[in-house]
């Protein structure tokens, strides 16, 4: 379990953290980012507070829905990045989701990747939509998750739908972090996900040494594991143990 020394420079970060945009709310953190004044070029963050400081009027972007990305192997400075287990998670604005499918028949094991992008469907609500549109009821689906962060409210809400209908799918999702742990919403959205069927897991070091191996291009190259990997584990899997306790 994360220490008191561990668990307080956390509490820190979520301040400083605060202002970024959260799961529901990409496409606005992407029209700040990308802010015209007046019709002009796209501005820098520098540029943007500068602008805002002279007093002068900064008009967002508006930016064309992103579709989402499928694929079989992630990037390796993509994965290192997005699915670093830090709770202080600046620019991760997104959710990769890499998933297994096992059917039990001799179609084998489906494999692969889905990545969202600021707006439309999120990559839970469309592995349901374009992974998994038709099902067999006389099939019996084992279905894991390896997600970057845990479901947001919304997400939530359309695992548990989705559950409920297709009552022949049994789904386990390993996350790697804590999306807003500690709003009531989210905890509510948690248990009942687990309340549906849905076993909810953080990711331990030997997860992300899977999915590098499973879901990465590689080059046939070990994983370096970050530092603070194991208490970054702990923590998490601390706070989700008390939340689903309740």
Not at 23 to 37: N, Y
Not at 157 to 186: D, Y
């Amino acid at each position: 379990m994360a220490d008191r020394k561990t668990a307080q420079p956390r509490r820190k970060e979520r301040k400083e953290a605060a202002a970024e945009a959260p799961k529901d709310k990409k496409e606005v953190a992407m029209q700040v980012a990308v802010g015209a004044v007046d019709g002009g070029q796209p501005l820098g963050n520098g540029e943007v507070e500068a602008g805002a400081a002279n007093g002068e009027a900064v008009e967002p972007m508006e930016l064309p829905p992103f579709e989402i990305i499928t694929g079989d192997r992630i990037d390796p400075f993509a994965f290192k990045f997005q699915f670093k287990n830090v709770e202080y998670s600046s620019g991760r604005n997104k959710t990769y989701l890499c998933y297994l499918v096992d059917k039990g028949s001799a179609d084998g094991l489906a494999r692969g990747y889905l990545e969202d992008e600021h707006a439309g469907l999120h990559a839970e609500e469309a592995f349901f939509l374009q992974i998994l549109p038709d099902y067999d009821p006389e099939l019996k689906y084992n279905v894991t998750w390896y997600v970057s962060s845990s479901p947001c409210t919304a997400c939530a809400s359309k695992i548990v739908e989705a559950l409920k209908i297709r009552k022949n799918v049994k789904l386990s999702i390993f996350a790697s972090r804590l999306f807003e742990w500690e709003e009531p919403e989210i905890q509510m959205g948690l248990k009942a996900m687990q309340e549906a069927g849905c076993k909810l897991r953080i990711m331990k070091p030997l997860d992300f040494s899977y999915i590098w191996d499973t879901f990465v291009e590689n080059d046939e190259c070990d994983l370096n594991l970050w530092e603070d990997c194991k208490d970054s584990y702990e923590y998490y899997q601390e706070k989700l143990a008390d939340i689903l306790q309740y």
